[in-house]
């Protein structure tokens, strides 16, 4: 399997622009996970899902963040319109299910917000 | 405070060195990560663990759920080592069930 893979790996954009974030989790795994790393806060889970439906998106900074999953094999973040503190990098992962389950995660999608 | 805390922040050894980095945390867990990342920025999950102590290599992870503790050893360390290392807890239940949450990670760096 090729694991966890993310597109684009790196982005740059002006602020106001949509910016959207792909992930293919590895095949048969029924959690998906977003998460976006920044130097000041680190690691934070933003959205998960189950079987394609969100578990829990309470990590999802405001209305301007969407996240979707339309089946087993794809998930989109999306950002709009996007701001420069929104500069981070997002990291997908995924899990045979959402509890006592390894995560695998993505290389991740640097994203800078000019 | 955090919910998840790790000690040292930043950590210098010398090749060889055994090393132990520290993880606490203040929630009620199913299971606890340990992850590494390196510098180019990939996440590698090296332990998951919820009881006891598990063995790869030259790594050693233990966790004591009464304490709410768990270590990450590293024996004979090597500059290959060198990363971030970031203690992880996967929340028990309730609304927060099957959730990551993250400690700030440790930077190791192993000189020769």
């Known amino acids: 399997d090729a694991g966890v893979i993310q597109s684009p790996r790196h982005e740059v954009t002006e602020m106001g622009q949509e910016v959207t974030l792909r992930c293919k989790p590895i095949?048969?795994?029924?959690?998906l996970f977003w998460y976006r790393q920044t130097m000041m806060r680190g690691l934070e889970l933003l959205i998960y899902?189950?079987?394609?439906?969100?578990?829990?998106d309470s990590g999802m900074p405001e209305d301007r963040f969407s996240a979707k999953m339309p089946n087993a094999s794809f998930s989109t973040l999306k950002i709009q319109p996007s701001e420069p503190r929104d500069s981070a990098v997002y990291f997908c992962?995924?899990?045979?299910?959402?509890?006592?389950?390894?995560?695998?995660f993505g290389p991740g999608t640097r994203l800078t917000v000019l | 405070k955090n919910e998840v805390e790790q000690s040292p922040q930043n950590l210098t050894a010398q090749e060889g060195e055994f090393i132990t980095i520290n993880c606490s945390y203040s929630?009620?867990?199913?299971?606890l990560h340990w992850l590494q990342q390196h510098p180019g920025g990939g996440i590698v999950s090296l332990f998951m663990?919820?009881?006891g102590k598990k063995k790869h290599g030259r790594l050693i992870a233990t966790i004591n759920i009464q304490e709410k503790h768990s270590s990450l050893h590293i024996t004979a360390s090597h500059p290959r080592d060198s990363a971030v290392y970031i203690c992880?807890?996967?929340?028990?239940?309730?609304?927060?069930?099957?959730?990551?949450?993250f400690g700030q990670g440790t930077i190791l760096t192993v000189h020769p």
């Open positions: 663990l919820s009881s």
């Open positions: 095949s048969g795994h029924n959690s």
């Open positions: 929630v009620g867990i199913s299971a």
């Open positions: 992962a995924s899990s045979l299910g959402p509890s006592h389950n390894e995560q695998f």
């Open positions: 899902f189950n079987n394609n439906v969100p578990i829990d």
């Open positions: 992880a807890v996967l929340h028990a239940g309730g609304t927060s069930y099957g959730k990551l949450t």
